[in-house]
């Protein structure tokens, strides 16, 4: 694989974390371009690009409001990860999606270990809460559209 693939896919990881932490793409890219100019001058491994990004990401205020244009362009599963409250979305993004061990995850939050786990399991909870009632909406439309002449 060549540097330039690596680092290609460096960026859409780190895209995708930071826009998965802030919640719009305008926060988003600022918090990746932070990351790449704090890099620049070193070669720039997967794991600076990605924990500056994180980083720069975090740094922001939490806005619980999400991006309508980054959302639509998103699979499901990730736009269920965008409706999440600020704070549990976060703690999800960085536990599950980015394996973020947790200690390290509280220390970027600024908060303690106990709170990472408790907003990571309520976060876990409100997407198989919300994955549910999307199956069942489904369901029902496509019993709806059955019975329709």
Known sequence: MTAALDFEQDLSRGFFTTLLLTGNLADAEAALGDA???VQP??????????????????????????????????PELKRV???PAAMRRCFVLRILAATPRDECAEL???GTDHVDELTCLAARELSR?????SRAMDFSGLEAKVKP
């Not at 994180?54 to 980054?70: H, I, Q, W, Y």
């Not at 919300?130 to 999307?134: G, H, K």
């Open 109 to 111: 939050l600024q908060i």
């Open 42 to 75: 070193e070669p720039a491994s997967n794991d600076s690009l990605l924990r500056r990004a994180v980083e720069a990401a975090v740094k922001l205020p939490l806005v619980s409001t999400r991006d309508d244009l980054a959302n639509s362009r998103l699979p």
């Open 36 to 38: 790449i100019d704090a």
């Open 82 to 84: 965008l409706s999440l």
């Open 130 to 134: 919300i994955a549910a009632s999307e």
